[in-house]
């Protein structure tokens, strides 16, 4: 052969690389982004799928909240239910009273600091 042919193979096989590298190029990214599709469908409908279940559950849990609520509210004597819808102010003074009582109920006892040297610790 002589060096002619022998520079346009090379030219021609030099060629063929360059598409062929470009094309792989386009291939994987085009993979790449199939993939990066495929795993973000994944947590995308396991996430739907959660909100959809903990919306139904938190459903059940405010009929079953204002079910009792409501036959708590029907054995008040005194009518104080229909005072409560027909007068907000009403509704918002026995949540108060409501808070306050649970709050003293609930609220820890506090200890009487006769001496407040006796809580340190001696060094």
Known sequence: MNTKTIEKRINRDLDRTKRDLAALKENAVTG??????????GPRKSTTAAMKTL???????????????QDAVSKVPGDINKKASHYPWVAVSMAIVMGLILGVTLKPSRRVMANPQDNYAPF
């Open 32 to 41: 790449l982004n199939w993939k990066i599709g495929q795993l973000t469908d």
């Open 55 to 69: 919306n139904k559950s938190i459903g059940q849990g405010l009929t079953q909240y204002n079910a009792r609520v």
